[in-house]
């Protein structure tokens, strides 16, 4: 594996990571630990189960580096190291694991905690320096992604055997799309919890479909009739005004505009932020905000916008006042969605006109923790393999990993809701606009003050200039 290539611009990297830095992180410096290693004669690849030959007396540290607190590493003395211990038999299991990979590689594994800021500036000092710090680095994806786009990461594909799990079934290790087609570089850890973070759901009110006759939308979708338009008509026939009084009390739909614009994106197959180049400009992207413009302006079916309150918009289902919202296991935990007067149900979202079933994706993926081998780290397939074995706690047992999603069902409410969001979190997309730091005004669009095409044109460039500072 060669070094990190010199013409890397360091002040590069570190314009871009600075974008990322305020939204979260410490104030305090990060520290970095000296690499250590030791040759290590062969390593065998995790996936095939094949037993490493390592004759070797020395043993190598691997480091792991992170801005938080993990177990278990080599230096816990028991389960109870880690404070938070609730089921014992569990973490046994995974401080078991240790010792057999240490035993297996003749490694010790240790967790550096570089602190949040630190490990941003560790990436961007020790891997330029052909030195890296760590031999796993932990990254936020706001900065994980540019450091990978730059040249700091080890392209896995190179390291690891065409047979590997990672480009396979990805039972432990799943690929993060960065856009980059040339390899793999960063990989998120599997479990039944990530496979549901950060997961949107369409909701709505049963309750408000019923009264007006409207056919449960998961019926439809199974059908392939879960379409915009088809949706349009569903907000169209549940605004009202219910009273008479000739003001609407009861929107078709309301929530955030942030989450809006993402999944209508992924539904419609596209992004605007999905390579190098912009794509706000694209036809695609066109269908998307006309979609929302109308909803606000020409059909009014979607609850006005309240740019004083944000929380407003996020929770204006409570009341009754919308039909249809945007939900998440978070949102409903934070409020009780169980224990409101109507019953809540999840369905996917409706597939736009330059989308399919096979692009009708609902997860973003440029934010979330991943994993990333640094360019330069010495033997990075027994690095990957160390870790592969520790993450794998379960030997391949899903079930065993994913025993408990107690909280999750719970937000979920029902069984035919969870398995909403089961299939939902299983698929992602990959777009960066809103991890950019653009300028932007989305209420000119939701208010009217600007159509579709004026919001293009105002702000493509933009977006442009964005992209060349993050990528170059």
Not at 82 to 93: N, R
Not at 404 to 410: K, S
Not at 435 to 452: C, F, I, K, R
């Amino acid at each position: 594996m060669k070094n990190v290539s010199k013409k890397i611009l360091s002040a590069g990297l570190c314009a871009t990571m600075a974008l990322s830095m305020a939204a979260c992180g410490s104030d305090n410096a990060g520290t970095s630990s000296e690499s250590q290693s030791s040759s290590v004669t062969e390593s065998s690849s995790a996936s095939t189960g094949t037993e490493t030959n390592n004759t070797s007396t020395e043993k190598r540290v691997i480091k792991i580096g992170t801005w938080y607190d993990h177990y278990y590493d080599s230096t816990n003395a028991d389960i109870y190291d880690d404070p938070s211990v609730s089921d014992e038999e569990l973490a046994q299991k995974h401080f078991d694991v240790v010792k057999e990979v240490e035993d297996k590689y003749n490694v010790e594994i240790q967790f550096v905690n570089l602190t949040y800021d630190g490990i941003q500036e560790s990436i961007n000092t020790s891997i330029l320096a052909g030195h890296p710090d760590v031999d796993i680095y932990e990254v936020d994806l706001s900065f994980g992604i540019p450091a990978a786009l730059n040249g700091f990461a080890t392209n896995l594909q190179d390291v690891l055997p065409a047979d590997n799990d990672l480009f396979h079934d990805q039972v432990v290790f799943s690929q993060v799309d960065i856009g980059k087609n040339d390899g793999v570089y960063l990989f998120q850890s599997n479990s039944g919890e990530m496979l549901l973070a950060n997961t949107y759901m369409l909701a709505y009110n049963k309750q408000m479909l019923d009264e007006v006759g409207l056919e449960d939308p998961n019926a439809l979708y199974e059908r392939g009739e879960w379409t915009w338009d088809k949706w349009r008509e569903y907000m169209l026939a549940l605004t009202r005004d219910t009273d008479g009084d000739g003001v609407t009390d009861v929107y078709g739909y309301g929530s955030r505009w942030d989450f809006l614009v993402y999944n209508l994106l992924m539904s419609n197959g596209t992004g605007i932020a999905t390579s190098d180049v912009e794509n706000l400009s694209s036809p695609e992207v066109t269908e998307v905000l006309d979609f929302i413009y109308n909803m606000y302006n020409v059909d009014k079916v979607a609850n006005p916008w309240n740019a004083e309150d944000f929380n407003y918009n996020q929770n204006c289902y409570m009341d009754g006042r919308v039909a249809f919202w945007i939900d998440a296991a978070w949102i409903s935990s934070a409020n009780n969605d169980a224990g409101l007067e109507f019953d809540v149900v999840w369905c996917p979202w409706p597939i736009g006109p330059s989308g399919d079933e096979a692009t009708n994706k609902f997860k973003n993926v440029s934010s979330g923790n991943a994993w990333m081998l640094p360019a330069g780290v010495e033997d990075p397939e027994l690095v990957y393999n160390v870790f592969y074995d520790w993450q794998n706690w379960y030997h391949d047992d899903v079930d065993l990993r994913d025993n408990d999603l107690t909280w999750w069902e719970d937000c979920a409410i029902t069984e035919e809701n969870y398995k909403v969001m089961e299939y939902m979190g299983a698929r992602g997309a990959f777009d960066l606009w809103n991890a950019l730091g653009l300028e932007w005004d989305w209420s000119q669009l939701l208010d009217g003050e600007m159509t579709a095409a004026q919001f293009q044109e105002t702000y493509k460039q933009q977006v442009q200039d964005a992209l060349d500072s993050y990528f170059k």
